[in-house]
């Protein structure tokens, strides 16, 4: 089975600009997340839609973050504007079980805000 | 605060040395524990989890209630093994819940 897509794999933008990344999540997974690794620091969970229902968004940063996930399918994370301190990287993760049977997660999109 | 502590951001060892990297946290209910690894150019994927009580590939954790631990070891360390170790919790026992993750320790593993 395809696994967890994301694009773009990188992004450089300057401060002040928007910037979209996408998640598509294995076919079939109800359950996809958001994380964000800031560089040296641990990965935090920002939100977790369930379809296309946010479930749990208690760790987005602030209002400049928008998720969407039209249709249940597919995700998209903006961020608009960019500031300095979003430079990390982005993981999209999906699942079919809970949580104990673990995440499928993608490869990432880092981010880097010039 | 829910927090996971990975106290070591490096371990290097060599090759056939045993190897423990820590995992300690901090949750006043009756979290799940587990540890994700990420190879090089590979994406994060789960490695163990402490309900299972498994052995994945020679490592193995054991979940230490009194002293809040979750610590990793092997018996003897391979060169494949080098990769970046995230120690990882999930508030609730069952259902679909975030992660909280600790920063890492990443494993060097020399010949």
């Known amino acids: 089975e395809a696994g967890v897509t994301q694009f773009p794999s990188h992004s450089v933008i300057e401060k002040g600009q928007t910037v979209t990344l996408r998640c598509d999540p294995i076919s079939g997974h109800d359950n996809l997340y958001w994380y964000r690794r800031v560089m040296g620091k641990e990965i935090k969970f920002l939100l977790h839609f369930v379809k296309e229902s946010k479930q749990d968004e208690s760790g987005m940063p602030n209002n400049r973050f928008l998720a969407e996930r039209t249709g249940g399918t597919y995700s998209t994370l903006k961020v608009q504007p960019a500031e300095l301190e979003d430079s990390g990287v982005y993981f999209c993760?999906?699942?079919?079980?809970?949580?104990?049977?673990?995440?499928?997660f993608g490869s990432g999109t880092r981010l880097t805000v010039v | 605060a829910q927090r996971v502590t990975q106290p070591e951001k490096l371990l290097s060892v060599f090759k056939g040395a045993p190897v423990e990297l820590k995992c300690n946290y901090s949750?006043?209910?009756?979290?799940?524990l587990f540890w994700y690894v990420q190879y090089s150019r590979q994406r994060l994927q789960l490695l163990l989890r402490h309900i299972s009580r498994e052995s994945i590939k020679g490592f193995t954790a054991d979940l230490n209630k009194g002293e809040t631990s979750f610590h990793l070891k092997k018996p003897f360390a391979q060169e494949e093994d080098s990769a970046m170790y995230y120690c990882?919790?999930?508030?609730?026992?069952?259902?679909?819940?975030?992660?909280?993750f600790g920063a890492g320790t990443r494993l060097a593993v020399h010949p």
């Open positions: 949750y006043s209910g009756s979290p799940e």
């Open positions: 993760a999906s699942s079919q079980f809970d949580t104990n049977y673990g995440y499928t």
């Open positions: 990882a919790l999930s508030p609730f026992s069952g259902g679909y819940n975030k992660l909280i």
